[in-house]
């Protein structure tokens, strides 16, 4: 039955309005981006047979347009509606409180970090630069490697703080494999990275390590 002919009160878009998005099931939202079912199948099975495909949401979003198309009835359209929407996702996290510092929380920079590493599907090394009050002076990502590697080079982000005047600094990557655990390569280059921004009087503040929907801080456990 398409979703046009069920009760008003069991809609997704009806739902959203009378009760509010947080009250919707993960299968309700997708429906309502997917917008349009197939013949024998509501948008909500759709969105139902996705998460059963690909096991979560995060999954769902970060899947390739190859992948995606697998799934019955899912096509370029949708594909296209979805990433879209993960992108305003990001867009509106990045221009949110834009002078708040940035570690004023640490759950803020999780977030921040986690939606800029999202459906990275290789290894990026990433460098946060800020000012005297821990806002944000500029973010690139500035090294790339295979899914277990990437080279780092100290040298480069001190060159980098410089350049843009930081007085602090912060970098983070991302294991794609899922596990997020430093290595002993991991601590190493955060203590080299630490010593070449130490001459420059420039505090290494964090180095986070960002994994599907999990990651480690290595200030909060007393690595830095």
Known sequence: MAISQWPSASRPRERLLSVGAQALSDEELL????RTGIAGYSAVDLARQL???????HAVLRADFQQFSLAPGMGLAKYTQLQAALELARRFFAESEPDRPLMASAEWVRKDLQLRFWDKQREIFAGLFLDSQYRLLHYQELFFGTLDRSPVYPREIAKLALLHNAKAVMVAHNHPSGHCQPSA???????????????LDIQLLDHWIIAAQQSFSFAEHGLL
Not at 51 to 57: A, D, V, Y
Not at 185 to 199: G, H, P, V
């Open 31 to 34: 429906a309502i981006f997917l």
């Open 51 to 57: 998460l059963r495909q690909f096991g979560s949401i």
């Open 185 to 199: 390569a991991d601590k190493q280059i955060t203590e080299a990275i630490a010593q070449a921004l130490r001459l």
